[in-house]
Nanobody, 115 residues
Framework: QVQLVESGGGLVQPGGSLRLSCTAS????????MGWYRQAPGNQRELVAA???????NYADSVRGRFTISRDNAKNTVYLQMNSLEAEDTAVYYC?????????WGQGTQVTVSS
């Protein structure tokens, strides 16, 4: 079992920044492909940014250059730094990790970009 707890969402104006955090209940060394996904109302859940199994990073085209995924292994935490936020980034953001062939999701954190 793996528990993932997200934090850092909120309301921000267009052009602003937020940093999301996802803390795992296990060492992230043993978790596969940790990453961030988002789901806006009426839309399917989509990849935002993730680490691949070999440790490189993968970004959605819509966020590349604005968002950065990073990790602090000592804190079992993965971050998503979001800059130059746009209204289209409004969504619930979820953290995901793989462990023993199962996917685990956090509860989600709301990000709202609005003036």
């Amino acid at each position: 079992q793996v528990q993932l707890v997200e934090s850092g969402g909120g309301l921000v104006q267009p052009g602003g920044s937020l940093r999301l955090s996802c803390t795992a209940s296990r060492s992230i060394f043993i978790l596969d492909a940790m990453g961030w996904y988002r789901q806006a109302p009426g839309n399917q859940r989509e990849l935002v940014a993730a680490f691949t199994i070999v440790g490189s990073t993968n970004y959605a085209d819509s966020v590349r250059g604005r968002f950065t995924i990073s990790r602090d292994n000592a804190k079992n935490t993965v971050y998503l730094q979001m800059n130059s936020l746009e209204a289209e980034d409004t969504a619930v953001y979820y953290c995901k990790a793989g462990f023993r062939r199962r996917d685990y999701w956090g509860q989600g954190t709301q990000v709202t970009v609005s003036s």
